[in-house]
């Protein structure tokens, strides 16, 4: 067979099911043949790239990206990356693929309004193939009821909120919800903190003249996120509906996720490398430089907390690794300290920062260097199932010949690259910092190709993909196990 637009020879590709030498055919966007290597001669293909015995992986996936977005997360400010900057940063850190959210504030009706303006933002200006998760701040009557047109539309996932005052849902709306999406098979992610309590512990704080970005943490203790974790379970558990739990920092947290899926409960979990590589002292950097790291849940105590979230992954308790990409120029989160500064309290005030940390480039590599996973269960958790919970499988999130998309992150032969530094002016986003700047690495992606077009070639142009280039992909249901009838009551009832 001849003809085929581009062939990757000599990369050990890695699925979530297999680890292999192959060369890799692309038609037409599409995966069209895997091969022994040199089966396919060379001159078979319009272009072709050597992988020297790197890995070549499926597109990341990040199904967790806020762009364009209304500070809701406390402070004030815009999400500093658009559609354009963000993805443009995503392509250059290997993923091909994100999910970003439609923000519904509480002041807004109607969902499907929410969703033609976000479509109007992306349209020609991404880099990446893209979707929307909806984050719902209103559940009304019109809300709930348009729940079966944006089905149609190719929306099979929402955000709901348990804390932030623009956006927390009572439990009695969270429960419509979940009725409500159960009944169009839409899977709903929950922020799971007790808004209430670190509201008050919030007070308190200040109270006492605590203000600082480390009391960030301090306000929201791993029992804030793991009772509200608890809730969410039992809430999901009452209307049969599946949930993901997105951002889990606390191991407590993760632990009663993991009785729950041991019970068969469709519950999955996300988690996010701020879990991994930052802890609380972080929020304790000089002068002021703790808030580049606000976002919540906080990161945690130490080194033993992240070792549990690293078990978690390894194990399957995380279904996802995702970014919660939510970038805020350090000027937005500097809010916090102008909003006090003052004799009595020169360290800032830690309520008024916007919370949220930038990452949607360096995901990939901060994880794959860490060195921490199975190969196949880091592509597992970084785009499989992202692709499988948000119905975007097999198209995305594999290597599948005639099915999916031809979309691969290629990395260095390991050891090429030796150890080096990351830093904020290796990156693409429109951020003024990195929290992890400093972080030791030693992976970076060397091709990003995404529908048989590259995109990113680190060492022949770097950005070469172009905007407007990235796709509306319309979502079906998730295939990881939905909703399965586990108590003594019947949701029909409702
Ligand atoms: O602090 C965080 N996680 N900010 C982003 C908004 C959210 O809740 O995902
Ligand atoms: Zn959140
Ligand atoms: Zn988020």
Redesign the pocket.
């Known amino acids: 067979m001849d003809g085929f637009d581009l062939l990757v020879i000599n990369g050990l590709v890695v699925t979530a099911s297999d680890t292999a030498n192959y060369d890799i055919a692309i038609k037409d966007g599409k995966i069209a043949l895997l091969a022994p290597p040199g089966v396919l001669g060379k001159e078979s293909a319009k272009r072709v790239i050597d992988a020297e015995g790197g890995y070549v992986m499926p597109g990341g996936v990040d199904t967790h990206v806020?762009l364009e977005e209304p500070a809701l997360?406390g402070g004030k400010g815009r999400s500093s990356d658009t559609f354009e900057t963000g993805t443009r940063s995503s392509v250059c850190g290997g993923t091909t693929t994100i999910v970003a959210f439609a923000p519904q504030a509480k002041t807004i009706p109607s969902l499907l309004a929410v969703l033609e303006d976000t479509h109007a933002r992306a349209k020609d200006n991404c880099y990446t193939d893209y979707s929307f998760h909806m984050l719902v701040g209103h559940p009304g009557e019109q809300a709930l009821s348009e729940f079966p047109r944006l089905r149609e539309l190719g929306i099979s996932s929402l955000k709901i909120y348990m804390t932030y005052e623009a956006l927390q849902l009572r439990d009695d709306q969270i429960l419509d919800i979940l009725l409500a999406s159960r009944r169009e098979g839409i899977t709903t992610m929950i922020?799971a903190e007790n808004g209430d309590v670190l509201n008050w512990m919030t007070r308190k704080l200040e109270e006492r003249g605590l203000y600082a970005p480390k009391y960030h943490a301090t306000s929201r203790p791993q029992i804030v996120e793991t009772e509200a974790t608890n809730r969410a379970i039992a809430l999901a558990e009452l209307m049969d509906a599946p949930i993901l739990v997105?951002?889990v920092s606390s191991p407590s947290a993760a632990a009663h996720l993991r009785t729950a899926q041991t019970r068969g409960l469709p519950v999955y979990a996300e988690t996010c490398p701020q879990y991994l590589f930052l802890t609380r002292a972080d929020l304790d950097r000089p002068d002021f430089e703790g808030a580049k790291c606000v976002?919540?849940p906080p990161p945690r105590e130490s080194a033993a907390d992240h070792d549990a979230i690293w078990l978690g992954l390894a194990n399957g308790t995380f279904t996802v690794l995702s970014s919660?990409h939510?970038p805020f120029m350090y000027e937005d989160r500097e809010q916090g300290k102008k909003s006090i500064l003052s004799d009595a309290f020169p360290e800032g005030r830690f309520s008024g920062i916007p919370?949220?940390c930038p990452g949607i480039e360096t995901r990939l590599a901060l994880t794959l260097s860490a060195n921490r996973l199975p190969l196949q269960k880091f592509v597992e958790v970084t785009s499989t199932n992202a692709a499988r919970l948000y119905g975007l499988y097999p198209t995305k999130g594999t290597i599948l010949p005639g099915v999916s998309d031809a979309d691969l992150t290629i990395w260095y032969p390991p050891g090429r690259l030796g150890s080096f530094k990351l830093t904020n002016s290796m990156l693409h986003h429109n951020v003024d910092y990195t929290p992890f700047e400093g972080v030791e690495l030693n992976q970076w992606p060397r091709w990003t190709i995404l529908r048989g077009q590259v995109v990113w070639d680190r060492d022949g142009g770097g950005l070469v993909g172009k905007k407007g280039y990235g796709q509306f992909v319309r979502r079906g249901k998730s295939t990881l196990p939905g909703p399965r009838k586990s108590g003594d009551w019947d949701v029909s009832v409702f």
């Open positions: 806020h997360f922020h997105v951002h976002c919540s919660d939510c919370n949220g």
